[in-house]
Nanobody
Framework: QVPLVESGGGSVQAGGSLRLSCAGS????????MGWFRQAPGKEREGVAT??????NTYYADSVKGRFTISQGKNTVYLQMNSLKPDDTAMYYC??????????????????WGQGTQVTVSS
């Protein structure tokens, strides 16, 4: 069973919106934090937004602040992306962890990952 399953990716024009969804599994039910990461061709994976189950604390990359919003449900996490730019083009991954002992946007701190959903923004 895949720990996390993403959906909602697609192709949009600059200025458009997309909403990504991520469904957890029994592996992620006790996760303390869940988040979204992205990786463009030739670049390292980077943190986009994360949320903690206790207190709904959220963290965003500077590049997406004011445009993206992360939210959570029961063992699920969402990413509302508005005012999309071509630089947002990447494979987007959902991740979760039980300990969350690393910095919130550090991919190294997440144990469970989805297979990714592609987001393509054209100019």
């Amino acid at each position: 069973q895949v720990p996390l399953v993403e959906s909602g990716g697609g192709s949009v024009q600059a200025g458009g919106s997309l909403r990504l969804s991520c469904a957890g599994s029994r592996y992620t039910y006790s996760s303390k934090c869940m988040g979204w990461f992205r990786q463009a061709p030739g670049k390292e994976r980077e943190g986009v937004a994360t949320i903690y189950s206790s207190g709904d604390n959220t963290y965003y990359a500077d590049s997406v602040k004011g445009r993206f919003t992360i939210s959570q449900g029961k063992n699920t996490v969402y990413l509302q992306m508005n005012s999309l730019k071509p630089d947002d083009t990447a494979m987007y991954y959902c991740a979760a962890d039980r300990a969350c002992s690393y910095a919130p946007l550090n991919p190294a701190g997440y144990t469970y990952w989805g297979q990714g959903t592609q987001v393509t923004v054209s100019s």
